[in-house]
């Protein structure tokens, strides 16, 4: 079924304000209530297709293809949307704000910049960040394409640390240079109350989100050329091909349209909920192969994550703090909260899950972002626009 699907198309960034989530299948959103209450009222006998506890946790196959799959349609997308830009000498906009969605692991515009050898704007320390009055000289003067990837990083959500990105847009609103300037949701949201960077820079552009036929085709497209030829797909609980088509061409089960829905349609969140979800079988186990089948790959439900400790408004805390930045240190996040208290929380949900580490600075995982946002939307918290 996976050579029937057509391959996918590249679409160009979308304005901000035109962002328009996938919304759930309503069938799927009944059944998630439904599933949730009977967890927690009864346990259920039924048994499903094949174990989980009979699949094998190892995908090296599919970890050692993430990155290249991972990033090549978005950055095809980021070509087809500033490459005739980028060449014109005289644009009516010097300045391409790209408002990016959260959890970017990859840093998906410095390699954009890097591949077509654009000038990369470095950011300051963060211990620079927190000078009042800056004194940093700030030429952005020159020629060719200018890069600033991440916005989140000229700031702390500090008293003392909205100096310089102050600086920094002022500069930039009198460029006259090509000039693109990535910044995440949910700094972009917090830099519109703080310091009004919706009125300085030009309307953002963002990704297109990935709705049920983009995000199916993507990921057939990548198993078509990562995969041994005749692999299948299946639901671990019913033994279904998730790829399977009934006769009008349209999908027979909801799984991408529920995984469009549940990632937002984020790309790479999108990715890294199907990789958590793909097992194989162990040598064993009764995989009820048909003949055709060269191998399958079973997916499994999508783990539910939950918050640690019984404190959630200082987990929340945290993790509001990690979107919004990118990544801190823990030095930094005590900087950034409210409460600079929050002793080992980060430690519990780095083991959660919900946060990884890494060169010391802790960020949220994007296979944990559903359950985040989903956490900080439910308590009140101010949200992105992604």
Not at 22 to 29: G, K, M, Q, Y
Request: glycine share 6%; net charge negative.
């Amino acid at each position: 079924m996976i050579n029937t699907t057509p391959p996918p198309e590249t679409h160009p960034l979308v304005p901000l304000e035109d962002v328009d989530v996938p919304a759930w299948p309503e069938r799927a959103a009944l059944k998630m209530a439904a599933l949730r209450i009977r967890t927690l009222l009864t346990r259920s006998d039924q048994r499903p297709f094949i174990a989980e506890d009979r699949l094998d946790d190892s995908v090296d196959v599919f970890s050692d293809m993430a990155t290249p799959a991972f990033c090549a349609p978005l950055l095809a997308e980021l070509d087809e949307t500033l490459a005739s830009w980028a060449t014109n000498p005289a644009p009516k906009q010097w300045i391409k704000p790209l408002v990016l969605p959260p959890c970017d692991e990859q840093d998906l515009l410095s390699h954009w910049a890097q591949r077509h050898h654009h000038e990369v704007l470095a950011p300051p320390t963060r211990d620079a960040l927190l000078i009042e009055t800056p004194e940093l000289a700030l030429d952005l003067s020159g020629d060719g394409v200018l890069v600033i990837p991440r916005l989140e990083a000229w700031f702390l959500r500090h008293r003392c640390g909205l100096g310089l990105i102050r600086k920094l847009l002022t500069t930039l609103a009198g460029l006259k240079r090509h000039c693109v300037i990535g910044c995440n949701s949910w700094a972009w949201a917090f830099l519109c109350k703080a310091v009004d960077v919706h009125l300085i820079l030009p309307e953002p552009l963002t990704f297109e989100p990935f709705d049920e036929p983009r995000l199916r085709r993507w990921l057939a497209d990548i198993a078509r050329q990562q995969t041994e030829e005749g692999t299948r797909f299946r639901l671990s609980r019913n033994g279904k091909n998730i790829f399977a088509l009934n006769r009008k061409g349209q999908p027979r089960l909801e799984y991408f349209e529920t995984l469009a829905a549940r990632s937002r349609g984020i790309a790479w969140v999108a990715w890294h909920l199907w990789q958590r979800s793909l097992k194989k079988a162990s040598d064993d186990a009764d995989n009820d192969l048909s003949e055709n089948d060269q191998q399958t790959l079973w997916v499994v439900a999508l783990e539910e994550f939950s918050l640690p400790g019984s404190d959630d408004t200082q987990a929340l805390l945290i993790l509001q703090a990690l979107l919004i930045h990118g990544s801190l240190s823990a030095g930094e996040l005590e900087r950034v909260l409210p409460d600079p208290g929050f002793q080992g929380m980060h430690h519990a949900l780095h083991r959660a899950g919900f946060i990884g580490e890494r060169d010391g600075c802790y960020y949220c995982r994007a296979s944990a972002y559903p359950a985040i946002r989903d956490g900080l939307a439910t308590a009140g918290f101010p949200l992105d626009g992604y």
